[in-house]
C-alpha cells in the first residue's frame, strides 16, 4: 500500500482468525475500486478463505491475484453464487451498481459486504431494505474511515469505557488526494459515484451514529461545490453538512478533493469529539510534520492529557465480528439498521445540499 495513494488504501492488521481455515468461505467479485484489497486483507486475518474472484475485466483479476495469489479465478459470478461453501460475496463494483449487484447476492443465498457508499439513490435503499427482509440475508458495507482504522476502534472503546462521558458533539474533517489523472471514467459522472456527500460524506455520518449512539439523525445543512475542477464539472470536489442526533448530540463534517501534493499520505484525516467529561482528537493517517504514521489519539480528562500512539496495538475487529454475526445470526459487528441509517442520512444530505458557485 503506498501511504499517498488513497484509491487503494488496503491496511494490513494484527492476525485475530475468529474461524479455522476452510471454515468460512468468500467469493470476491467487482473489481472497480482499490478498496477490494483492504476488505480482502480484513478477511483473511479474521480467518477467512478466499476461494474465488471474479471479474469481467482481466487485467483487474490479474491485479488482484498479484496481491493475493492462492485465490481460484471463477469463469463467472454464478459460479460463486452457485458453491454452497461460499457464506460471503465481497465487491467493490461502481457506486451505482452496487445495490443491484447487492440484491442479487442476497437473493442467491449469501451475505453481501460493499464498498462504500452501498447506494446511490434513496430508491436502491428502499429496494435492498425489501430484499434483506425477503431473504433474512444482511447487506454489509466497508465504512473504511472507522473500521480499518485503529485509532478510530480505540476511540470508540474510549467512548464506551465512558472516558470523556457523554458525547455532545462531533466534527470530522475527510479530506483526500484528487490524483485525477489515476481516476476511472465514472469517478466523474454524479449519477455513477453519487456525489460527494453520497460517497466519501457516508464515511463521516456513520462514526457520527456510531459514537454518539444514535439510532436516527437530522440534517440541518449541507453543501457541496465544483470550485476547482471545470474540465469535470460533475465532479464535487468540497461538501459539507451539519446533523442533530435524536439524543440531541450534533455533528459537523467536510469532505473533500484537495490534499496537497505534499502530504505524506492521502488525506490528513481527523475527526474531534467532545464529551461532557473529556475529549477525544483521532488523527487517523498522519500527525502532520511530526510523525508520519498513522492512528494517533490526543484524550483529555480530568486526570490530565495523553497522547496516544496506537498503529499496530489494536487491530481491526469488526472483520472478525462480521464473519461471526454471519454464522450465528447475530449482530455485533454492526446492525443491519445501523449500516441503512447512515446511508440514508448521506442521501439526503446530498439530496438537500445547497450548490455553492464555482466562482470563487
Same mark, same amino acid.
Given at each position: 500500500?503506498?501511504?499517498?495513494?488513497?484509491?487503494?488504501?488496503?491496511?494490513?492488521?494484527?492476525?485475530?482468525?475468529? &474461524?479455522?481455515?476452510?471454515?468460512?468461505?468468500?467469493?470476491?467479485?467487482?473489481?472497480? %475500486?482499490?478498496?477490494?484489497?483492504?476488505?480482502?486483507?480484513?478477511?483473511? =486475518?479474521?480467518?477467512?478463505?478466499?476461494?474465488?474472484?471474479?471479474?469481467?475485466?482481466?487485467?483487474?483479476?490479474?491485479?488482484?491475484?498479484?496481491?493475493?495469489?492462492?485465490?481460484? $479465478?471463477?469463469?463467472?459470478?454464478?459460479? $460463486?453464487?452457485?458453491?454452497? =461453501?461460499?457464506?460471503? $460475496?465481497?465487491?467493490?463494483?461502481?457506486?451505482?451498481?452496487?445495490?443491484?449487484? /447487492?440484491?442479487?447476492?442476497?437473493?442467491?443465498?449469501?451475505?453481501?459486504?460493499?464498498?462504500?457508499? /452501498?447506494?446511490?439513490?434513496?430508491?436502491? !435503499?428502499?429496494?435492498?431494505?425489501?430484499?434483506?427482509?425477503?431473504?433474512? %440475508?444482511?447487506?454489509?458495507?466497508?465504512?473504511?474511515?472507522?473500521?480499518?482504522?485503529?485509532?478510530? &476502534?480505540?476511540?470508540?472503546?474510549? #467512548?464506551?469505557?465512558?472516558? #470523556?462521558?457523554?458525547?455532545?458533539?462531533?466534527?470530522?474533517?475527510?479530506?483526500?488526494?484528487?490524483?485525477? @489523472?489515476?481516476?476511472?471514467?465514472?469517478?466523474? @459522472?454524479?449519477?455513477?459515484?453519487?456525489?460527494?456527500?453520497?460517497? #466519501?460524506?457516508?464515511?463521516?455520518? @456513520?462514526? +457520527?451514529?456510531?459514537?454518539?449512539?444514535?439510532?436516527?439523525?437530522?440534517? !440541518?445543512?449541507?453543501?457541496?461545490?465544483?470550485?476547482?475542477?471545470?474540465?469535470?464539472?460533475?465532479?464535487?470536489?468540497?461538501?459539507?453538512?451539519?446533523?442533530?442526533?435524536?439524543?440531541?448530540?450534533?455533528?459537523?463534517?467536510?469532505?473533500?478533493?484537495?490534499?496537497?501534493?505534499?502530504?505524506? *499520505?492521502? /488525506?490528513?484525516?481527523?475527526?474531534?469529539?467532545?464529551? *461532557?467529561?473529556?475529549?477525544?482528537?483521532?488523527?487517523?493517517?498522519?500527525?502532520?510534520?511530526?510523525?508520519?504514521?498513522?492512528?494517533?489519539?490526543? !484524550?483529555?480528562?480530568?486526570?490530565?492529557?495523553?497522547?496516544?500512539?496506537?498503529?499496530?496495538?489494536?487491530? +481491526?475487529?469488526?472483520? /472478525?465480528?462480521?464473519?461471526?454475526?454471519?454464522? %450465528?445470526?447475530?449482530?455485533?459487528?454492526?446492525?443491519?439498521?445501523? #449500516?441503512?441509517?447512515?446511508? @440514508?442520512?448521506?442521501?439526503?444530505?446530498?439530496?438537500?445540499?445547497?450548490?455553492? *458557485?464555482?466562482?470563487?
Amino acid at each position: 500500500m503506498v501511504a499517498k495513494d488513497g484509491m487503494n488504501y488496503a491496511p494490513k492488521g494484527k492476525i485475530n482468525r475468529v &474461524v479455522q481455515p476452510g471454515e468460512f468461505a468468500v467469493g470476491v467479485t467487482a473489481l472497480d %475500486h482499490g478498496h477490494i484489497n483492504g476488505m480482502t486483507n480484513g478477511l483473511i =486475518e479474521a480467518g477467512a478463505t478466499i476461494k474465488y474472484v471474479y471479474d469481467p475485466d482481466p487485467s483487474k483479476v490479474k491485479a488482484y491475484l498479484e496481491e493475493f495469489p492462492d485465490v481460484q $479465478i471463477a469463469s463467472s459470478l454464478e459460479t $460463486i453464487l452457485d458453491d454452497p =461453501e461460499i457464506k460471503l $460475496i465481497a465487491a467493490a463494483a461502481v457506486p451505482a451498481l452496487r445495490s443491484e449487484l /447487492g440484491n442479487h447476492v442476497l437473493r442467491s443465498g449469501k451475505d453481501y459486504f460493499t464498498d462504500k457508499t /452501498g447506494f446511490t439513490t434513496l430508491s436502491q !435503499l428502499e429496494e435492498t431494505k425489501k430484499v434483506v427482509a425477503e431473504t433474512g %440475508h444482511k447487506y454489509w458495507v466497508y465504512f473504511s474511515e472507522r473500521l480499518h482504522v485503529e485509532g478510530a &476502534v480505540l476511540a470508540g472503546e474510549l #467512548i464506551k469505557e465512558g472516558r #470523556i462521558g457523554k458525547v455532545i458533539q462531533v466534527t470530522g474533517f475527510g479530506p483526500h488526494r484528487l490524483d485525477k @489523472e489515476k481516476r476511472p471514467d465514472w469517478f466523474f @459522472e454524479k449519477d455513477l459515484y453519487g456525489g460527494i456527500l453520497t460517497d #466519501i460524506g457516508s464515511h463521516q455520518i @456513520e462514526q +457520527f451514529l456510531y459514537y454518539t449512539d444514535n439510532k436516527d439523525a437530522k440534517i !440541518l445543512h449541507s453543501k457541496v461545490a465544483n470550485y476547482a475542477n471545470p474540465d469535470k464539472p460533475e465532479l464535487e470536489d468540497y461538501g459539507d453538512a451539519t446533523l442533530v442526533g435524536d439524543n440531541g448530540a450534533t455533528f459537523f463534517f467536510k469532505v473533500d478533493w484537495f490534499t496537497p501534493d505534499g502530504l505524506s *499520505t492521502w /488525506g490528513d484525516g481527523r475527526t474531534f469529539i467532545t464529551g *461532557t467529561e473529556g475529549t477525544i482528537e483521532i488523527r487517523k493517517y498522519t500527525n502532520v510534520a511530526t510523525q508520519a504514521t498513522g492512528d494517533h489519539i490526543f !484524550l483529555v480528562t480530568k486526570e490530565g492529557e495523553e497522547h496516544l500512539s496506537v498503529n499496530g496495538q489494536v487491530g +481491526f475487529p469488526f472483520f /472478525g465480528e462480521m464473519i461471526l454475526d454471519i454464522m %450465528h445470526g447475530t449482530e455485533k459487528a454492526m446492525t443491519q439498521d445501523h #449500516i441503512f441509517k447512515a446511508q @440514508e442520512l448521506c442521501l439526503l444530505a446530498q439530496e438537500q445540499a445547497i450548490q455553492l *458557485t464555482s466562482e470563487i
